[in-house]
């Protein structure tokens, strides 16, 4: 019966107007207790800085701004409060600011665009005014020192000075703390090299005193360079030896001839790759024809070396004296066989030089051998002269390799026995006329 009179009411239009009105009227009251009742609201907002660009057209910056943090207070309900968090700030403006030193600036508060200030009251902040200090921004060139104490692998390597590239770096930053800056050092972490290093490095910066600079201190600059191309030239100093090579001929070799290069050796330095493989310098080549038992005057030479090394020393020539042919001798004979090969077509040829004497060396007992067949039994020395190298008439001094001396009708292996010296032949080259 309970039940049918409740659903009867739950069910009628009466009820559920009646209802409404209460909830309308609740939601009605909820609304006007929270609007009408107020509560005091703190907020600690950070400080915004506008106009920073001018002031950095100025080359102006701020170095520190005091405080920090503002607080703003103000009466409001509890929903508007809900709202403002997090849309407020406070902000100054530093466009006006010219100069450098100490300064302070009003600070604002500034409210959500569009909002109703009729919802707040009591107004109120911590501070009205911030205080700002600014530097002048500038720029200076610092050193860069990259010192290398790390010394080599031997005494047969030296380090050359050090490349750095760049040789300094820029820095920007506040006036007052740049002029503490004296370099930029960096510190290069390898010992004992024996061959060129290089790397890129990061530097610090070292004040007068060699001391560095905070970390901290850092975050006010900027650098034209993080890192610099560190290089350790390494180069190996080696004593090299002289050498001369000898074109024999007339029973010379490498092992009977007495000689002396001075100086015998020099002192190079450079790359130690190509270093380590040089074991000697040929300064070039004596032909043995050109001398009897020894030389009368030493053959001169420069001493040529590698573009990449240096010559220590100093020494650009050396001297090779031949002080003997161990175990030969000379003998010379007058010759008048001398015998034109290889006429130029159209020219009669006549030889000037009527005799030579010709030198010949050898062991004693090959050139014995020769003697005896040389006159006894008539058998000559013959001086050969090719003319296929003259091209014009007239008067032609022929030399070596086309003045030649052969010996003739010998029947005994004498190849060792042979004319030392260079001989000149004069010839005339006359046309020939058709009489």
Do not use: C
Request: no cysteine; charged share 25%.
């Amino acid at each position: 019966m309970v039940s049918n009179i409740l659903s009867k009411i739950f069910s009628s239009k009466v009820f559920y107007i009646i209802f409404s009105l209460l909830v309308a009227t609740t939601l009605w009251m909820y609304v006007e207790i929270n609007r009408t009742n107020e509560d005091t609201v703190s907020f600690e907002l950070s400080v915004q800085v506008s106009g920073e660009e001018t002031l950095r057209d100025r080359n102006l910056f701020i170095t520190s701004v005091s405080p920090e943090f503002v607080t703003v207070t103000f009466d409001t309900s509890r929903s508007t409060a809900a709202f403002l968090r997090g849309e407020l700030e406070i902000t100054i403006d530093v466009s006006t600011i010219t100069s450098t030193g100490m300064t302070s600036v009003e600070n604002e508060i500034v409210w959500p665009a569009g909002f109703d200030m009729s919802l707040v009251n009591k107004i109120s902040m911590s501070t009205n005014r911030v205080t700002l200090n600014i530097d002048r921004y500038t720029s200076k060139q610092i050193r860069v020192e990259a010192p290398y104490r790390g010394g080599t692998s031997s005494e047969d390597y030296v380090v050359d000075p050090i490349e750095i590239d760049p040789p300094s770096i820029t820095v920007d930053g506040p006036e007052d703390l740049l002029s503490r800056i004296s370099v930029a050092f960096v510190d290069i972490l390898r010992e004992n090299l024996s061959a060129e290093y290089i790397d890129y490095l990061p530097y610090v910066l070292l004040d007068d005193e060699g001391e560095q600079l905070d970390s901290e201190l850092y975050d006010q600059l900027t650098f034209s360079d993080e890192a610099v191309r560190v290089t350790v030239p390494i180069r190996m100093i080696k004593e090299v030896p002289l050498v001369v090579e000898f074109l024999h001929s007339a029973g010379t070799t490498n092992e009977n001839i007495d000689y002396r290069i001075v100086p015998d050796t020099i002192i190079l330095s450079g790359d130690p790759d190509a270093l380590q493989e040089l074991n000697s310098i040929t300064l070039g080549t004596i032909v043995t024809a050109r001398f009897g038992i020894r030389t009368l005057s030493p053959d001169s030479f420069n001493i040529v070396i590698q573009d990449n090394l240096q010559n220590v020393s100093g020494i650009t020539q050396a001297e090779v004296f031949v002080d003997g042919v161990i175990g030969l001798t000379t003998d010379s004979y007058s010759v008048r066989n001398i015998n034109v090969i290889n006429t130029p077509d159209g020219y009669d040829v006549d030889v000037l030089n009527a005799e030579f004497v010709v030198r010949v060396r050898g062991t004693r007992e090959d050139l014995d051998y020769l003697s005896e067949l040389m006159y006894p039994d008539g058998q000559y020395i013959r001086i050969e002269v090719d003319l296929s190298d003259v091209e014009n008439g007239g008067l032609q001094r022929i030399s070596p390799p086309n003045v030649k001396i052969h010996f003739d009708g010998i029947d005994r292996d004498i190849g060792a026995v042979g004319a030392n010296a260079e001989y000149i032949i004069t010839v005339r080259l006359t046309p020939i006329t058709d009489e």
